[in-house]
Each structure stands twice: as structure tokens, then as C-alpha cells.
């Protein structure tokens, strides 16, 4: 449910994301928006309807910019080829949406995505806890297993592991 402190009427809502949401400079990203006008009580795809799009990276400069307008669907989408030495860390991705109305601003759709330096899992671990719940100063006991990925075992492999108590409220 849309919140907002103005109760205004939004013409217009959308949503736009990438496929992966992290990546590794040099590699290209694949954005995706989807949007939606009011019309006649319910919430329709607008076909045609222009968008521009500006992608901006951790330090708030330009990364890319393009205008599109929405398929059929009412959906669009863009590809952003980062370079290899883009900088890392969170990119702004907004998308201005025309006014259907003659005087009215342009809505905006707002996301993001990372860029940043790392290396692929090599293995996976698998916890077993003792108990399904614990409360503050029981023992805890756990099983912990380890394999890496390409099929070898890790028999004998030092660990470092850490524990955290979040308070929970029901």
C-alpha cells in the first residue's frame, strides 16, 4: 500500500531494478523497469509512454543516460556497460516518467545497484544448530560442515566463526 504524508493522487507508479543487483566493473548491467497509471479505478501498463533514465555512480557522477519508451507491457529497459575501472560501491538509477497531464511534473521511479570487487564462492558451509531456539545464557551447540565447490572436502581446514544475539520483540 502506497503511504505517503500528502494524500495526492499518484497517476503513475513504477518499479525498476537490475537482474543481479551486484557486479564487477567492466561487466554490463542489465537494468529493468516496470510501470503503471491509474486509469478508471484500476492500475494499466502504458504503452509508449517516454522515460528518461539517468544512472549516476557512488560519487553522484553521470554513468550512463538514455530516453526509452515503455513496450506493450508497459515495462523498459536499458544496458549499461560499466568500464573496468569503474569506481565500486552503490549506483543511483532514476527513471523520469512524461506526465500524462499537461502541466504535471514527471513522476520518478527510483533503484540502485553495486559495483564491486569480488571473487566468486569457492566453497559452501552448512550450519546445524542443537537446538531450534535458544534463549540468553543457554550453550550453544552446532554442527558445522564445509565443501568446497569444485568437489573437494575440507577435512582438517581452520575456522573462525563469530556469534551474534539480536533481541527479538513479538
Do not use: C
Request: aromatic content about 12%; glycine content about 12%; charged content about 25%.
Amino acid at each position: 500500500i502506497y503511504y505517503d504524508w500528502r494524500s495526492e493522487p499518484q497517476p503513475l507508479r513504477g518499479e525498476i531494478f537490475s537482474e543481479r543487483g551486484i557486479y564487477r566493473a567492466g561487466e554490463t548491467v542489465h537494468v529493468k523497469g516496470v510501470v503503471r497509471t491509474a486509469e478508471k479505478g484500476g492500475w494499466l501498463a502504458p504503452a509508449s509512454l517516454p522515460v528518461d533514465i539517468e544512472i549516476h555512480d557512488p560519487f553522484g557522477k553521470l554513468a550512463g543516460r538514455a530516453s526509452e519508451r515503455t513496450d506493450a507491457f508497459g515495462s523498459f529497459s536499458l544496458d549499461l556497460a560499466t568500464r573496468d575501472d569503474s569506481p565500486l560501491g552503490t549506483y543511483g538509477i532514476i527513471a523520469k516518467l512524461a506526465p500524462r497531464t499537461a502541466g504535471a511534473s514527471p513522476a520518478e521511479i527510483r533503484g540502485s545497484f553495486r559495483v564491486e570487487a569480488y571473487r566468486p564462492a569457492e566453497f559452501e558451509v552448512h550450519v546445524k544448530s542443537g537446538n531450534e531456539s535458544y534463549v540468553f545464557g543457554d550453550a550453544y551447540k552446532a554442527e558445522i560442515r564445509g565443501a568446497y565447490l569444485f568437489g573437494g572436502a575440507m577435512s582438517g581446514e581452520k575456522v573462525r566463526w563469530s556469534l551474534r544475539l539480536n533481541p527479538v520483540s513479538f
